[in-house]
C-alpha cells in the first residue's frame, strides 16, 4: 500500500508565494514519476505540473515562470514552489506519483490567494 501526504497549502495575497511538499511512504521499491493536479470550484481538472524521475520537469502553459517543481528521491518527496501568485491559482491542489504501476494521489491541500 502506497499513502502519499501533503502540507503547504494556505491563504496568501496576490504576488506572494507558497511551497507545497508531499511525501510518500508505504511499500514500494521506487517511484517514477511525480506531480500536481489542481482543481478549482466548478472547474475542469488540470495537470499543473510533473516531474521525471530523471528531473525532467513539464508545466502548464499559465504557470510557466511561476511555479517550480523539484523532487528529493531519497526522501520520496516532490515539491511545488509557487511564486507571483495570482487569484485564478485557488484551487484544491493533489499530488500524485507514478508508483508500483499505478497513479496515487495525495489528500488534497487548498490553496487561497486573495486580491
Known amino acids: 500500500q502506497v499513502q502519499l501526504v501533503e502540507s503547504g497549502g494556505g491563504l496568501v495575497q496576490a504576488g506572494g508565494s507558497l511551497r507545497l511538499s508531499c511525501t510518500a511512504s508505504?511499500?514500494?521499491?521506487?517511484?517514477?514519476?511525480m506531480g500536481w493536479w489542481r482543481q478549482a470550484a466548478g472547474k475542469e481538472r488540470e495537470l499543473v505540473a510533473s516531474i521525471t524521475r530523471g528531473e525532467t520537469s513539464r508545466y502548464i502553459d499559465s504557470v510557466k515562470g511561476r511555479f517550480t517543481i523539484s523532487r528529493d528521491n531519497a526522501k520520496n518527496t516532490v515539491y511545488l514552489q509557487m511564486d507571483s501568485l495570482k487569484p485564478e491559482d485557488t484551487a484544491v491542489y493533489y499530488c500524485f506519483a507514478h508508483v508500483n504501476y499505478r497513479e496515487v494521489w495525495g489528500q488534497g491541500t487548498l490553496v487561497t490567494v486573495s486580491s
Open positions: 508505504g511499500s514500494f521499491f521506487r517511484i517514477d514519476s
